[in-house]
């Protein structure tokens, strides 16, 4: 019992401090302990040996799995170990990372080069290289991690922008996505009333017809009917008639024989009497269209709004674009000209013959043409056919040919609307002036897989506008 026990017993055991301070796996005072998220501490030596052989990382006290969990040094347990050990008059042993692992000698430098503590007998094995004490050495690599945390710092900012910069993108495809929805249910309102008010006229001109044609037989049946009487009559009179006395009977005879006589026509056939239904609704879609055409525009070329320039605003149809009030807050995307104020249309061609009219108006700076999609979007370029883009231009107040060097074009009057034809069989592009049917250039080239239209309206407030085309009906 406790009781019985010697003074001397009671002083060989270890106090409860020493206890606590002492490693469960190799019941020693720690030697740079680690903490497990499960609260246990190990010596750093104690623990890596204990999951040396094992498949799963279980603390060695609890058995709870710490795979993938990284031991964190438990400075103020080995601190406290270290206080303990001086009251006790005790040698702190040294750590085994404090002695030269290859001559056994306390590591008094460090090795610029290899970027390692040595001892001065490894100096000979690190010929030619820079050393500094070691107190020097830990500013020398804490400079050098700081500007590595520095450009981990820079990243980490950018990170953070462009993480910032995708979720405005995704309030930006939203907004997209509203407004498209708003666009396709006005329009398609618009196409539904046309539709009504084609369908109440058709059904107004079909019912009118129908009146005009019962209106007709009814009319004959009118007549008819009166002509009905009148024979009704005509032949109770005449048989009255001839229930007269014999004599009287053969004495009006030829009077009655007259009489009995009908001289007016007989009621015709009514020609076109029935409704033309091959009008009302053979071919009733088509006819439908047709009609309908004037209220739908056909652009051959459209422009997409998502290569933009921020400084500049497009029209609801995407047909026509013009100076912004201000810089416009759209994403970034790759494909938006930016600081180049220009636009692509929203369709590359790779083959046959394309034909498009721009109003340029009385602007007095634009570009108009054609580029490969490769072209320059987030710098400024020069606009030439080296570098993928065959247009013309004006800038002050010469025509161009925007070749290297630029070409100037002689124009009688000043072209307001341009044509532009685009072979890509050929490998043509020429340009024209829409109004006066004058040839203004042509570009003929090897040009790339696909090219798209460029336009370059410039910072004006009169619209550059993509002309709706004429459709033509060929009826074979």
């Known amino acids: 019992m406790a009781g019985n026990m010697s003074d001397e017993e009671i002083s060989e055991r270890p106090s409860l401090l020493e206890s606590d301070l002492t490693c469960p796996v190799c019941k020693e005072l720690f030697r740079d302990p680690v903490l497990l998220s499960c609260s246990h501490s190990f010596c750093r030596a104690c623990l890596e040996a204990s999951w040396k052989h094992k498949s799963t ?18 400075r103020a347990l080995k601190n406290t170990c270290e206080s303990f050990q001086k009251e006790k ?29 040595i001892c001065v007998d490894c100096v ?12 020097d050495g830990v500013p020398f690599c804490k400079e050098e991690l700081d500007m590595k945390i520095n450009i981990l710092t820079q990243k980490l900012e950018y990170f953070k922008r462009m993480k910032k910069r995708y979720g405005d993108t995704v309030t930006f495809i939203q907004n997209q996505s509203d407004e498209a929805e708003k666009q396709i249910r006005q329009e398609f309102e618009r196409l539904h009333q046309i539709l009504k008010d084609e369908e109440d006229s058709r059904i107004k001109a079909l019912k009118k017809e129908e009146e005009q044609k019962k209106q007709t037989i009814k009319e004959k049946i009118d007549s008819i009917a009166r002509e009905i009487t009148s024979l009704s009559e005509l032949i109770q009179s005449v048989k009255r008639e001839m229930g007269a006395e014999d004599l009287t009977f053969l004495q009006n005879f030829q009077t009655l024989k ?12 009514v020609h076109g009497a029935l409704i033309n239904m091959a009008l009302h609704v053979g071919a009733l879609g088509y006819k439908v269209w047709e ?69 340029v108006g009385d602007n007095p700076k634009w570009i108009v043409g054609v580029c490969k999609e490769s072209v320059a979007r987030k710098r400024k370029f020069t606009v030439t056919t080296t570098g993928g883009v065959w247009s013309i231009g004006l800038s002050k107040g010469v025509y161009n040919a925007l070749t290297t060097p630029r070409t100037v074009l002689t124009v009688e009057r000043r072209p307001e609307t341009i044509r532009v034809k685009l072979n890509m069989e050929k490998g043509e592009v020429s340009f024209w002036d829409a109004v006066s049917g004058k040839h203004l250039c042509t570009y003929t080239d090897k040009f790339p897989s696909k090219l798209f239209p460029l336009f370059g309206p410039g910072l004006h407030h009169t619209p550059m506008a993509v002309l709706p085309a004429k459709l033509t009906i060929h009826k074979q």
């Open 57 to 74: 990382k279980d603390c060695p006290v609890c058995r709870k799995c710490c795979d993938g969990e990284q031991p964190i040094p438990n």
């Open 89 to 117: 008059g005790w040698r702190i042993p040294v750590a085994a990372e404090a002695l030269c692992g290859l001559h056994q000698r306390d590591l008094q430098l460090f090795c610029i080069k290899d970027e390692v503590p």
């Open 124 to 135: 000979t094995l690190h010929s030619g290289h820079d050393f500094l004490p070691m107190a």
């Open 258 to 269: 007259r009489r009995a006589q009908w001289t007016a026509e007989d009621p015709p056939k």
């Open 291 to 359: 009609s309908i055409q004037s209220h739908v525009k056909c652009f051959p070329v459209i422009m997409d709004p998502n290569t933009v320039s921020p400084w500049l605003s497009m029209s609801p149809d995407y047909a026509s674009v013009r100076d912004s009030a201000e810089r416009q807050s759209f994403p970034d995307n790759p494909e938006r000209f930016d600081p180049c104020v220009f636009v692509l249309g929203s369709e590359g061609f790779t083959s046959g013959r394309h034909r498009w009219e721009v109003q």
